[in-house]
């Protein structure tokens, strides 16, 4: 039987496991790999922010919407629906590899909600730049 995530080791090895099928990924490798520089950081980052979601920890302050509208900018907003569903897809699928049980359903929700507004917003900022 597979386990809920309960740990700081289980975000660890969801976000590594993760983040290892993204930067081989096709269509997102190219954008990760373009942007990050510095991927034991990002890595690190990742973990908190996930801490900090699903077990309420104080541990990540930062501005995930500012910053995906930097990213779309990076890579000449390129970033649109099929993005975020393959991201979503690859997300879902290392959740239920790993894991089961109700936190692993919480991160997946979060997921697809967060996805939705990232998406949303790198539109929006996207439509407001001056031609
Ligand atoms: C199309 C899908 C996505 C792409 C291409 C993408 C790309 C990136 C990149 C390149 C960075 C690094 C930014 C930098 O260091 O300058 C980043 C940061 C981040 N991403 Fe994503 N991302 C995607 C979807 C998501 C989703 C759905 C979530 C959350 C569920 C998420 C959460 C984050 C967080 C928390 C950060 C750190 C932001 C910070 O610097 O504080 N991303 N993303």
Do not use: C
């Amino acid at each position: 039987m597979k386990k809920n995530i309960e740990s700081q080791e289980d975000v660890t090895l969801l976000v590594h496991t993760f983040y290892a099928k993204v930067r081989e990924n096709k269509l997102l490798g190219p954008v990760f790999n373009n942007v990050i520089k510095d991927w034991p950081s990002h890595l690190k980052l990742l973990v908190s922010f996930w801490e900090s979601n699903l077990f309420f920890e104080r541990k990540y302050f930062g501005n995930p919407m500012h910053a995906h509208i930097e990213v779309d900018k990076k890579v000449k907003g390129i970033i649109n629906e099929l993005y975020f569903e393959t991201w979503l897809t690859l997300w879902n699928e290392t959740i239920d590899e790993l894991f089961e049980g109700e936190t692993a359903e919480i991160a997946k929700n979060r997921a697809k909600n967060m996805a939705f507004f990232l998406n949303k917003n790198i539109f929006d900022a996207r439509n407001h730049q001056p031609q």
